[in-house]
């Protein structure tokens, strides 16, 4: 009965079959099934109770298990199988692959309930070009799905219905809408909670549906002929497993979540001193400085490759770096792959064959925009080694940390070669590998230094190398900003959490302070905030008017008062690969009027947060998620759970809202991340009546070390509550790692939305004074290192 239920299951979302392919035989080699067909074979390994690989092989072609992709070992638990007269069924705990042997078909099913299927499977295409791909996988979709992923793109949230290029490309100065962008994924992720991985890297297209005929394509040139399905019993548990195969990103430095200073850009030591000194002087908190290509060349043409300091207007860089890092300030240079002809390192770059080359094995040339040039193979060990000494040697002058542009790369002609083969085939993961041999060349050579590595191009799982990547060359307009939520929550989906905006956009002389206002509101709640742009109107908040600058210095302080919660968010990004972004169909994945929605989004777990990306808004309205009340960050006032409302906005902040029960962490504003210390810090508790118990953390390090929390060098705070009619407990306690030194730490316990209701406060087991401020309730608590803490409200 079973097996006709299943049968039924997956023919019911099965809408055609591949007429030609015939099954012949099976077998099971290592807990892995290979299925033999008329036209080749199938290899399917499994690497989890929800995650299983297919692989199809046409007869006469070589097996290629190279995936650039996938990190994660093969399961180990064993795979089922089971076989009927015209089935096999090969199954877990969780996900199962279903072959029916005639008409030949292959589903995938996650606890009995049916995700997705072949359709026609791989098909190799006559007639075929560039702009239609050789070959192809289909597979059937349901009609009610929702689908995300392939990157990052400005379409929408709900991408179905578009035919969209797996190239990445630059797209200057885009606004609300951008097809092909800087960072193509071939992943696909659906609103019935699972995801297919194409584990390929040519170049190629994802058809989402665009005949509306219920069919996913994936298209390509040439290479594996792999996929990935990927269950999940949440948004979340799905993020977290499709992280867990393609790794998850380092833990960022502490800085990293700090205020940059940014333009395109600095053409003088004189220029990043005298910059630096006026954010110290006008004590305006801040982190790091970028330099742009000004730093190797006085002209934006023809220098390019040169790699090195301009003497002339960088005199003494090794002092300037000593004297940024004493101030607490790192330093980040722009770095490209492209070595232009007359450039100071053109000849040794030919010399020592570290190029791509033409079909003769020649240094490959051609021109674009800055030069003429040739591509650093960094597929090449030659290539690897030469283009790391570049790093290490600047990096032993000082410098904290790296920007890597044009990685797509932005021009790379078809007749080009690599190491790892023809131009198309390496294009969308040139930038991926660029950021894999930072990685690697710190790991080897500065094992103490958490790398900084900002790139906008890459490819599936470029996060396990710490690429932080941004949306390109925004325009500097309200239409740039309104795409900017959307692409950073889609990426954030797809592992690459620190997507971020250059900060009152970059492109363009469009000159409104109302603009980079709510622009730079919004950064405090995106994961990297760097203000940047072309010098015709300066990010950077020091150089704007008075008003002007007095109001983004509120919104940059809020930023560093945040740095527990943010690290803290950080912190379960790379434990869980959870995104620091992320849509409210996380929050209720059944509620299909969110499906598409990117107006408001979570920032973790614990704020409800509204852009506000036109101009001249006085009120907006907003949805306030089902699952707690909602409290204004700013003001107190309570939303109820499940409502829809209009809200007044205020010119000063952004809507954001606080979940009903949670925790949030926060310190005093500081000058840089030098003088973070959590001796002192406030916890914020949002009492809420609807919320009877929650939970929350506080995760704390060096902040500077690699895998701090996997060599035991951390505490984690652990915060609880339990409300009745009569009692509020709260509990805090800590968890210390055996290669960590707590101390103890002075807490101020600020419970919100309940100062009129509260009679006595005990902490653990005594009387205490307390004080009211407003309806906040404020309780000094000393957290003794080893020493658990119970507070008892008395209502």
Known sequence: MKKIVLFL?????????????????????????????????????PYSDKIVETTFLPTSEKLNSNSHAVVLAPAKSVFKIKQSQNELVFSSNGITVSVVKSPFQISYLYKKKPLISEKNGYVQRENASKEQPKETFEFNLEATEALYGAGARALGMNRRGNRLELYNQADYGYGTHSKKMNFSIPLVMSSKIYAVHFDNGAIGYLDLDSKKNNTLVYETISGRKTYQVIAGDSWADLTSNYTSLTGRQPLVPRWALGNFSSRFGYHSQEEVTKTIDKYIKDEIPVDAII????????????????????????????????????????????TEPFILTTSSKWQEAVDKKVLATDQAGNPFKYDFYFGNTGLVDVFKPEGKTWFWNIYKNLINQGVGGWWGDLGEPEVFPSAAFTAQGPADEVHNIYGHNWAKMIRDGYTTDFPRVRPFILMRAGYSGSQHYGMIPWSGDVSRSWEGLQSQPEIALQMGMQGMAYMHSDLGGFAGDYFDNELYIRWLQYGVFQPVYRPHAQEDVPSEPVYKDIVTKAKVKKQIELRYQMLPYNYTLAFENNNKGLPLMRPLFFEEPTNEKLLNSCDSYLWGNDFLVTPITKSGVINTTIYFPKSNNWYDFYTGEKHQAGVTETIAVSADNIPVFVRGGAFIPMIKTIQNTTKYSLANFDLHFYYDEKTTSSTGKLYNDDGITPNDFEKEAYEILNFSSNVTAKVITVKINTKVGKSFTSTDKNITLLVHNIAEKSSKVIVNGVNVDFKTNGNILEIPIVLKKGIDNEIKIQL
């Open 291 to 334: 330099l742009d290509l000004y730093w190797f060349g006085k002209t934006v043409q023809g220098t390019m490759g040169n790699l090195d300091w301009d003497k002339d207007n960088f005199s003494d860089p090794k002092k300037m770096i000593t004297d940024l890092n004493g101030k607490g300030v790192k330093t980040i240079l722009i």
């Open 9 to 45: 299951l997956i023919s019911s979302f099965s809408f055609a079959q591949n007429a030609n392919r015939k099954f012949e035989s099976y077998k099971v080699v290592q807990n892995n099934l290979e299925i033999k067909t008329s036209d080749g074979q199938y290899f399917i390994k």
